[in-house]
């Protein structure tokens, strides 16, 4: 089992950044490629950010590509999202994910871990 703790969450202006953090404890962090979703209100939960074991490789929605950035400490397994540029639509409670393989942890449906979630509202 691996647990998941996402904090960070809050209330910010259009064009602010925030910075996610997820904590993740229960199994060697290192066996997992990391990723984010986020579920905005009336909508499906969507793919943000995944990033693999070694935080060599990582991918993005076209949504958020150049304004979020996911990264990893290993050693404090703790992996990161990065938001900047905030803007309305990027309101929304955002998990973090654990999986062994990258591939799956980009896919909703393949993930084995989740977080319980921190809220994001950007107002405008």
């Known amino acids: 089992q691996v647990q998941l703790v996402e904090s960070g969450g809050g209330l910010v202006q259009a064009g602010d950044s925030l910075r996610l953090s997820c904590s993740a404890s229960g199994r060697t962090f290192t066996s997992y490629a990391m990723g984010w979703f986020r579920q905005a209100p009336g909508k499906e939960r969507e793919f943000v950010a995944a990033?693999?074991?070694?935080?060599?490789?990582?991918y993005y929605a076209d949504s958020v590509k150049g304004r979020f950035t996911i990264s990893r400490d290993n050693a404090k397994n703790t992996v990161y999202l990065q938001m900047n540029s905030l803007k309305p639509e990027d309101t929304a409670v955002y998990y973090c994910?654990?999986?062994?393989?990258?591939?799956?942890?980009?896919?909703?449906?393949?993930?084995?871990?989740w977080g319980k979630g921190t809220l994001v509202t950007v107002s405008s």
């Open positions: 990033i693999n074991w070694s935080g060599g490789s990582t």
């Open positions: 994910a654990a999986d062994p393989l990258t591939s799956r942890v980009r896919v909703e449906q393949y993930v084995d871990y």
